[in-house]
């Protein structure tokens, strides 16, 4: 397999994504998804439990690296504006100045290496999409960590205690689900064109 080989996305071989019109609204869609996935929470403080990262890794896997981080950006920026796309349906500007912020940001990253997988072909092989989808969701807490560690004034050691190992056990799920569902897709697809 050559470093520089990219193969479609799942998307891409459902629908043909050239146009930006079309690229405008897969990305409208996923961040719309986002938002739907923001508001199936348990609100916890200072960071509440969410079904969005599991959207974010799938949304990277569906929509590509680019497309997939500009969904994020997009959606970042409809919470900003005010509509409830936000965890407890909150939005608005302040919302992207809470403690769980970092993780916010974080998304678009996540996003961008779960579509960079995919692209490489990852998703498609379940032990390679397990490891790259794991990796994904852990950066963004690289991001909600550290943003917390400055929010709140406290340690890394205090920051991990209240913004990550809460979330491991939940959060190993959402990566193990997200190559469970891009491994069955994928196979489907194989055998559907076999």
């Given amino acids: ?32 998804l986002l938002g739907l996935a923001a508001n199936i929470s348990i609100p916890t403080y200072p960071v509440p439990f969410t079904l969005q990262s599991l959207a974010v890794l799938l949304i990277g896997a569906f929509l590509g690296r680019k497309l997939g981080a500009l ?10 504006m005010g509509l409830p796309l936000f965890a407890n349906g909150s939005g608005g500007i302040m919302a992207l100045a809470s403690p769980s912020s970092g993780y916010l940001y974080g998304y678009v990253f996540s996003a961008y290496l779960a579509g960079f997988a995919a692209e490489k072909g990852y998703d498609r092989r379940f032990i390679l999409g397990l490891i790259a989808f ?5 950066l963004l807490f ?14 890394l050691i205090e920051a991990l205690q209240v913004g990550y190992l809460p979330f491991v056990g ?25």
């Fill in 134 to 138: 794991a990796c994904a969701h852990q």
């Fill in 170 to 194: 939940v959060d190993a799920l959402k990566f193990i689900i997200a190559t469970c569902v891009m491994f069955s897709l994928w196979r489907h697809h194989a055998k559907k064109h076999q």
């Fill in 1 to 32: 397999m050559k470093l520089t080989t990219f193969y479609p996305t799942y998307l891409n071989t459902l629908v043909n994504l050239s146009s930006w019109q079309r690229k405008l609204c897969a990305t409208t869609g996923a961040a719309l």
């Fill in 142 to 155: 690289v991001f909600g960590v550290l943003y917390l560690m400055g929010y709140l004034h406290i340690s």
């Fill in 71 to 80: 969904a994020i950006v997009q959606y970042l920026f409809l919470g900003a």
